[in-house]
């Protein structure tokens, strides 16, 4: 995932070609994105995302497939989500050919996606305990062996609830760690959303 906005510029055969790509959380920022960024006096302005299974893309005049596909084929490559790209390109006077524009989209698409700031997408769980204050610190401290971050945490009179994000391939791990560490007090449960 994207963890800021990217843009990339080229000429190709006279055309130039800008990439603007950036994280969205949604097909309406997608989208909100993509009439943000688009340049009215541009020949072009091709788009693509994909956010999760959702994906659009549109090639804006240009021969069918030959922007819009290419750029999402960039994002799917490598391996973004959450993505939105938009190439715009202002037209130099030398037409590039199917090949070419698929190449030239493409290939901008793939330039700044190449060079923008990114983070791995990790999939996680949400679980929810309680624990007393006695064992409060330990567990803190060991969570951060686990890859695990604090999401939300309360204080009552006998310690403390809290919602943990936990990567799904060490969630058996965090639940048995948790429930070590507490000696079989805290038995986390998974939460979905909802305040435990």
């Given amino acids: 995932m994207l963890t800021a906005p990217a843009r990339l510029e080229r000429e190709v055969r006279k055309s130039v070609f800008l990439a603007?790509?950036?994280?969205?959380a949604c097909p309406a920022e997608a989208?909100?994105?993509v009439r943000a960024v688009g340049i009215a006096d541009a020949t072009h302005n091709c788009w693509a995302y994909r956010i999760g299974q959702d994906y659009r893309s549109d090639d804006d005049g240009e021969p069918g497939g030959t922007a819009g596909r290419p750029i999402l084929q960039v994002i799917d490559g490598q391996g973004f989500d959450r993505t939105?790209?938009?190439?715009?390109?202002w037209f130099g006077g030398i037409k590039l050919g199917a090949g070419?524009?698929?190449r030239a989209y493409g290939g901008t698409a793939a330039e700044c996606l190449r060079l923008a700031p990114?983070?791995?997408i990790v999939p996680t769980t949400r679980l929810a305990l309680h624990c007393g204050f006695a064992d409060l610190a330990l567990l803190r401290a060991r969570l951060g062996a686990l890859d695990a971050t604090?999401?939300?945490e309360a204080f009552d009179a006998?310690?403390?609830a809290l919602v943990i994000a936990v990567p799904d391939d060490r969630m058996a791990e965090a639940v048995a760690r948790i429930t070590d560490l507490t000696r079989g007090q805290s038995v986390p449960r998974v939460v979905d959303g909802e305040t435990p």
């Fill in 150 to 152: 604090v999401e939300d």
């Fill in 31 to 33: 989208m909100a994105f």
């Fill in 84 to 89: 939105v790209v938009v190439v715009t390109r």
């Fill in 118 to 120: 990114r983070v791995p």
């Fill in 20 to 24: 603007q790509a950036a994280p969205v």
């Fill in 158 to 160: 006998t310690g403390a």
């Fill in 100 to 102: 070419g524009l698929v």
